[in-house]
């Protein structure tokens, strides 16, 4: 069986993306499960990939961690699945609950592993989930790396409260569900953006605040006024070294800052850590979340009116513009290319 796919290819600088035919075996292995891939959505962390930005060899890697589709083959001994199964396959294919192992490094879809954009993939049967009913393969699509994010960083790793405030940093795929998990849970979000026209979007959403980071360079003086000079209760750090600095100006005593991406680079942040303790604030590192981590966020999608936000949808031929969409970065939500 052949089947289509986008890879990357070393070129003198970077990657470029290519598309090619893929041979595969007639059947799963024993243990795995062939999903017909409907849909598959970009994060930054594959417009890292593509522009060589942290130094990471993928040459040949089928790209993106994100897919939905349905199963369409059972492998010898798989018991937890059925044919047309819709199912999301796993950010990190081994780790299935509890606290994180450096050994999953080994097991990222669109990483180490071939990831979703293709048209048919072979996964264990423990490194796929059900998708909720109530989403589309697009909607769904977004959901393991830039929804579980949110999800791990809010409400598992903390307890998103009612009537606690958010700070979300920016309008992409993490910051996004971060707010609308905020919302779902009946807190606060403070939405940050450059642009004027997604925080009229952000508001719609039901952002409690926004703060135009161009207006207000120093936007943390803008959090504190806004909080009645008390902070916030969780901070979604998407930015970086070159955030963290407002984000623990932005902070509430005894508040949380998940710390996620890397938006303004790798390197050391300028800041003084002291506020941390100062204001006896839980700094916590993130990297996606677990596949227990991902059912539970599911279930909870699955019992709200709960709607993943797609900023744009490409045709699986135009895997490479959507690429070039991620990184022009005037979408708001998620960018989804369909795989028919
Ligand atoms: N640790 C993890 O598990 C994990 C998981 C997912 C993502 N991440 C990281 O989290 C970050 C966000 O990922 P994503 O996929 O949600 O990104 P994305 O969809 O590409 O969103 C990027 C958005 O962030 C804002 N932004 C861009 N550059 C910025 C900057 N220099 N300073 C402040 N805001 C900036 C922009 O929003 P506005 O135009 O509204 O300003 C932009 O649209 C990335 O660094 C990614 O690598 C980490």
Redesign the pocket.
Known sequence: MNHFAWQFSKNPTAYDLVRSEIALPSQPAPGHVRIRIHAASL???D??AWKNLAGRQVDGRVPASDGAGEIIALGEGVSSWRLGDRVAGCFFQTWQSGPFELSHHQNDLGGTLDGMLQQVIDLPETGVVRIPESLSYEHASTLP??GL?AWYSLCSRSQLLPNQKVLC???????IYALQFTVAHGAKPIV????KD?LEKAKALGAWKTIC?TDHPNWSEQVWQETDGRGVDHVVE???P??LEQSMKSVAASGHIAL?????GFGPPTASLFPLLARNVRLDG???GSRADFMAMNQFIESHPFMPVIDSIFAFDEAPKAFEA?AA????G?IVIRID
Do not use: E, Q
């Open positions: 994060n930054y962390r417009l890292i790396c830039a994010t940093i920016g309008t992409g795929g993490v910051s940050l953006s450059r642009s997604k980071t998407v930015g970086g070159g955030t996620i991406g890397v938006l303004t993130i990297y996606v991620l970065a005037n979408h708001f998620k």
